[in-house]
């Protein structure tokens, strides 16, 4: 008997019985196939009797942990459980002494109580360990309900969420008989702890458990045997001869039954036999397979001291097992040798008696390598490196000899010098490929071809057995593409195999045309029909380690000086300086080579500006990296009770964090604080505080904005390390686990972030241990040889690139978007939609990503330049124009979001000429545009233009109409807002129409931004005329548009169909829907499915990103939301806002609710009544008065008895909504003015 006492105390398993328990020892839970859950290094006492069993219980009772509360004087405060394991052991006299054991386990387990802390009174540590407490327990009724419903469905047990319910696992729903005690409190106060023990215990009976007897197989199969042995016996001792039946249902005789009691009494035998005896035959059977291996001329080993030959088998785990010996002589291969010691005994169709012979010298004085001498019999089947042997002839290290079907590699371990030119080791797909190779060469060496002579038809006849051959072909090759188009509906590989088959298949039967094999569009169906027909040999896999190390943070805190520090140390102490840089305009780029743990580890550090004019940079944000956020020690943050960082770099990290987490929500992030020599106290303390306090802020952040799982919990991982970093002496300090580091030098913090790159890569889980395969390496080798080949070629077709994929063996979509992914991250290509390729967006694969990120900078770079104070511009480096020409292709335009043909010349220029190494085109400008485009970055706008300078600029690279010119406008880049007044108004306005608000946890810029562009369609356009004195020297070339105040806001959109209109507005992380309509239902619901439907495709690029639907409550003066999917799925909902219940009919997400319509404040009726006022002549008031059934009080006594004598038409209430929206920007538009 054994006993052990453990108690699960904060999650944390202890143990009782261990009298010297340190705080930081080892209790984890495993579980074992076999034997189930344990606990790791728990203390097991034998004990003998019942008084040391309760002598331990009592002192292992000590040690528990409990504490006093307003309920229980000395409450535990953990879970206890008492396990007692029972072995009984039995030797068998009349089985040679045979052992047999039976074990048992008693599990007392002590759950300590749930409790409110309300009534408990707990604070602090107290508190702490309750909600643990609760935790568990919760965890354990959600096994239990788990288990009491999985008879119907196979439902998921979290046994593994709590300790306490793994450890329980047998005793819940496995081997085990379950007792369950409930302990309940008599008292009336405890009414509602006792009715939910009650539920808990009723729950628990359903539960069902199955007890087996725990007896070892072995002995119980002995037993079965033996209880057989003495049934045989008694039969033997009745000498009866008539037919009865055996235990095992045979009719038998007096022989019969003697046979069946020797083979029962030796199979009893075997099992008794111990682990020992077992083992010493199994040795005895491995010397006898030895032995006979080595009669066939075979061993299990390769020989260091002399040649062998290895076989290669087509299965490579089958290759290099079998190794052959050759002894220094004369060794004979065939299937009748006469030696089998010494020659190898092979078989098969094409193997001769004897086959072969291969004659051995050891190497002579200063020699190293054996001489080998290949001598085949005649009309032998021998091949040696793809060539046909008939004569001797002379192996080295690593040539493929193929005797008939059997194929081997010569090995002589002396062959040093081989060894080196020949490292690389051939398989047998190669062997047999260059044996293909080398008869497909003779034959076309050999191939008679007789001259026919003047007048011979022989040559028509020989060029028309070739045409009939190629319609055989074709045939063939239109039954394959119609499989293939078949399957093109699901699998994009073949879809796009098949398009350009069928492409290259619209070719008429050659019989009246003898030139037309020759055609290039014949050979091109022949190349078809050979890609579609390739086998790709089998390529070795390649273990390539590289990551992008991201620098990401607010403009002016020293990412450049940082990276640049990476580059290397200064020799010498006393040379180190701070670094010359300039402000990064865009990305820039660094690659570094480390030696991590013997791997070359390949860093791809990128600097991103941080100006935040630059929108384009989130795109460019790839998985596989980590991004290190950097921000600067502020020399006023620095006191207790500062954050340690300012206002504006804190923002900016959380935009930061945001667009990491929306793409990547398990990212991996350090934190680098810059500028370490301006603080006051650099001890360790100090800068270890700073740190600490900064990431907890930005930690805490990270999970508020997170994804949540199923349980609740933010799925988002702690931040892998804080640092501060001086760039002048070149040093770094760290917190934590890497504190040891504090005081060495920069290198050794790109080491370690190294260490973590090289850590990602191992448990990639895609690509585990950086081992890519050998045919995703040659696709990846083919589109750099292609950017080399083609080099002012910027992108190539989806269906180029899948052919080319197809070409290098990829064989399915799901490899194909695998490697396409990590291409992307590589910078080795750019999809423009990494998630799925066949989609439209995924049109074409743009072959130069670091280019196409600096052309999106160029744009996002003037808009930095004009939001730059004049005096500070000259300090902007790395632009590729000048900004005086930037400025007059402009126009003034850039500042209202629009991007001119003019400027597009000028910003792309520079970046075209390095591409294309010649003066681009216009054409090539409008490519530029269609890719900005494509990212998501600009739209196209048609725009009226009376101007004919403006028009000859501007219009003739367009076919916009007459009268009309193209521009492109950037959402990101748009100066207006929804005006206040009407984003006030807006529930009151459209009280009657749709009313819906959707939740995120984040909504980043990127996303935001994508919405707007895709809602572009439905905009309805407003602009208004507000000219402006300007008094600067750019005035002059300052066009009429530029002082137009327009509704393409930054923050929301005034949405139009044929019979209603949208206002969206974003409300922090909420984006909320009114509308109003004239007809019904229809066009309403058609708008708000197509704004859908743009959610719905855009979260699926997101994967970080949750979003809830929510209604509002239909009480007449509440003003809260509720999610939709909680007022569904209940009959009744409670508002925490106003308190009241109201039954789940009554929601309604456009239009009145049962309980009433919406009731407003006076004040807000009254500035509805003041804004229409001001944006209507009186009739129109009335109309759109009516229309959204809203009061207005006539001040002018000669409308009181006036009537509007039909309904007003619905493009007078649409235009009237209109006027009002136009009116509202322009009275934004002044009172900012004004405020200036």
């Not at 896999?541 to 990412?559: A, D, M, R, S, T």
């Not at 126009?891 to 001119?900: I, T, V």
Request: with cysteine; net charge negative.
């Amino acid at each position: 008997v054994e006993v052990s006492y453990l108690e699960i105390y904060n999650e944390k398993c202890r143990c009782l019985l261990t009298p010297k328990t340190t705080a930081n020892a080892e209790f984890k839970v495993r579980e074992h196939p076999v034997t189930g859950p344990y606990v790791e290094n728990l203390a097991k006492v034998v004990v003998h009797s019942f008084e040391e069993i309760d002598k331990l219980m009592v002192s292992g009772n000590k040690t528990r942990t409990v504490a006093a509360t307003n309920m229980n004087a000395t409450s535990s405060r953990s879970h206890a459980i008492f396990t007692l394991t029972v072995t009984q052991v039995t030797t068998h006299p009349d089985q040679s002494n045979a052992t047999s054991e039976m074990a048992a386990r008693i599990n007392l387990v002590d759950l300590a109580g749930s409790e409110r802390a309300d009534r408990t009174g707990a604070t602090g540590a107290v508190l702490k360990e309750g909600s643990n407490i609760n935790k568990s327990l919760t965890t354990l009724g959600k096994v239990i309900n788990g288990l009491a419903e999985s008879g119907a469905s196979k439902k998921h047990v979290p046994f593994r969420d709590s300790a306490l319910t793994w450890l329980l696992k047998e005793n819940l729903c496995g081997n085990s008989k379950t007792i369950m005690l409930a302990a309940l409190s008599p008292a009336a106060c405890n009414y509602e702890e006792t009715v939910s023990t009650l539920r808990y215990a009723d729950r628990a009976k359903c539960l069902r458990t199955v007890a087996v007897v725990n007896e070892d197989p072995s002995s119980k199969k002995i037993r079965e045997l033996t209880e057989e042995i003495d049934q045989l016996r008694a039969l033997l001792q009745q000498n009866s001869m008539n037919a009865q039946m055996s235990p095992r249902g045979k009719v038998h005789n007096h022989e019969d039954l003697s046979l069946q009691l020797m083979e029962s009494e030796k199979l009893r035998e075997m099992e008794a036999k111990t682990w020992k005896e077992k083992e010493e035959q199994a040795q005895e059977i491995a010397k006898l397979r030895d032995e006979l291996g080595k009669q066939s001329g075979m061993s299990n080993r390769m020989s260091r001291e002399v040649p062998s030959l290895v076989n290669l088998n087509e299965d490579p785990m089958m290759s290099e097992c079998l190794f052959y010996t050759l002894q220094p002589g004369v060794t004979s291969i065939g299937s009748a040798v006469k030696d089998q010691s010494k020659d190898i005994c092979i078989e098969g169709d094409k193997i001769l008696g004897m086959h072969a012979f291969i004659h051995v010298t050891p190497p002579a004085e200063g020699q190293l390598a054996f001489t080998a001498t290949l001598t085949p019999s005649e009309q032998a089947d021998v091949f040696v490196n793809g060539a046909e042997v008939t004569e001797a002839r002379e192996l080295h290290h690593n040539d493929r000899v193929i005797f008939g079907n059997h194929v081997f590699r010569y090995v002589d371990p002396k062959d040093q010098v081989n060894t080196k030119q020949r490292a690389a080791p051939f398989d047998f797909e190669k062997a047999i490929e260059e044996r293909f190779e080398a008869e497909m060469a003779k034959k076309a060496t050999n191939a008679p071809f007789e001259v026919p002579s003047a007048g011979s038809d022989g040559f028509v006849v020989m060029k028309a057995d070739v045409q009939a051959q190629q319609v055989t072909k074709l045939r063939d090759m239109e039954q394959r593409i119609k499989v293939m188009e078949h399957e093109a509906k699901t699998n994009l590989s073949a879809k796009f195999v098949a398009q350009t088959t069928v492409a290259s298949s619209k070719v008429s039967s050659p019989a009246g045309s003898p030139d037309r094999a020759a055609s290039p569009q014949f050979n091109s169906l022949v190349n078809a029909a050979k890609l579609s027909n390739t086998t790709v040999a089998r390529l070795p896999n390649q273990q390539i380690f590289k990551q992008k190390i991201v620098l990401v943070g607010h403009q002016e805190v020293g990412k450049t000086s940082l990276r640049k520090c990476f580059e290397g140390d200064p020799i010498f102490g006393f040379m180190a300086k701070l670094p010359d840089v300039r402000s990064t305009t865009g990305i820039d780029t660094q690659i570094r080579s480390l030696t991590i743990e013997g791997e070359t580890v390949e860093l791809n550090i990128a600097d991103f500006a941080g100006q935040e004019a630059y929108h384009s940079h989130t795109l460019f944000l790839t998985n596989r990296s980590v991004f290190a956020l950097i921000w600067k020690i502020s020399a006023v943050e620095q006191d207790v009770m500062s954050t340690g960082i300012s206002q504006h770099e804190e923002e900016r990290l959380c935009q930061w964090i945001q667009e990491i987490y929306c793409k990547f929500p398990k990212s991996k992030l350090v934190l680098i604080g810059t500028h370490l020599d301006e603080m006051r106290d650099q001890s360790q303390r100090s800068v270890g505080y700073i740190l600490s306090k900064v990431e907890s802020l930005l930690s805490k952040y990270a999970a508020k904005i997170a994804r949540m799982d199923e349980n609740g919990i933010p799925m988002v991982l702690p931040f892998m390390g804080s640092f501060a970093v001086s760039c002048k002496s070149r040093v770094f300090m760290s917190t934590g686990k890497y504190k040891e580091l504090s005081g060495k030098k920069i290198g050794e913090l790109l080491n370690l972030l190294g260490r973590l790159a090289h850590n990602e890569c191992v448990i990639d889980p895609v690509f585990p241990c950086g081992a890519v395969p050998g045919r995703h390496i040659k696709l990846m080798r083919e589109i750099e040889a292609l950017k080399i080949k083609q080099g002012g070629q910027m992108l190539i077709s989806m269906g180029e690139y899948v052919h080319l994929a197809v070409r290098t063996g990829i064989e399915s979509d799901a490899e194909l978007l695998q490697i396409s992914q990590l291409l992307h991250c590589w910078n080795s290509i750019y999809l423009f939609n990494h998630q799925n390729l066949n989609c439209p967006e995924n049109l074409f694969v743009f072959l130069h990503p670091v280019w196409l990120c600096k052309l999106a900078g160029n744009l996002f770079s003037f808009s930095h330049v004009i939001h730059t104070p004049l005096h500070l511009r000259s300090l902007i480096g790395g632009l590729e124009y000048q900004i005086s020409q930037a400025e007059l292709g402009d126009m003034s335009m850039m500042c209202r979001g629009y991007l001119r043909f003019p400027l597009a010349r000028i910003l792309f220029h520079t970046s075209l000429v390095n591409m294309l190494k010649r003066e681009p085109e216009d054409t090539n400008y409008l490519m530029c545009i269609q890719l900005l485009s494509a990212m998501e970055l600009l739209y196209q706008v048609t725009v009226l233009c009376d101007d004919r300078d403006v028009t000859e600029d501007e219009g003739l690279t367009t076919n916009a109409p007459q009268g009309y010119i193209h521009r492109y406008f950037v959402p990101s880049l748009s100066p207006f807002k929804v005006p206040i007044a009407l984003r006030e108004a807006a529930p009151l306005l459209f009280h009657k129409g749709l009313h819906i608000s959707y939740a995120f946890n984040m909504i980043p810029k990127e996303m935001w931004y994508k919405i707007l562009h895709r809602i572009s369609p439905f905009i309805e356009y407003i602009s208004v005329p507000c000219p402006i004195e300007m008094e600067d020297e750019m005035s002059a070339f300052r066009l009429d548009q530029a002082d137009e105040v327009h509704n393409r806001w930054i923050d929301g959109a005034w949405l139009r169909s044929d019979a209603c209109r949208l206002l969206m507005l974003k409300d922090g992380d909420h984006i909320r829907l009114y509308s109003a309509e004239t007809d019904n239902v229809l066009a309403e619901e058609q708008l708000h499915r197509r704004i859908e439907e743009i959610f719905t495709s855009l979260l699926k690029d997101y994967p970080g990103i949750q979003r809830h639907v929510m209604v509002q409550c239909p009480t007449p003066f509440c003003t809260a939301w509720h999610k939709v999917k909680d007022v569904y799925s209940a009959d009744k909902v409670k508002c925490d806002s106003c308190g009241d219940t109201y039954p789940s009919s009554a929601v309604v997400s456009s239009g009145a609710s049962s309980l009433g319509v919406k009731q407003y404040s006076q004040e807000a009726k009254r500035g509805v009544q003041n804004m229409l006022r001001g944006s209507l002549d009186p009739f129109h008031v009335r109309v759109i008065a009516q229309f959204l059934d809203i009061n207005v009080d006539e001040e002018d006594e000669n409308h009181e008895n006036t009537s509007l004598s039909q309904d007003p038409s619905k493009v007078q209430v649409l235009r009237s909504l209109d006027s009002v929206v136009r009116h509202l920007m322009l009275q934004e538009f002044w009172n900012l003015n004004a405020n200036r």
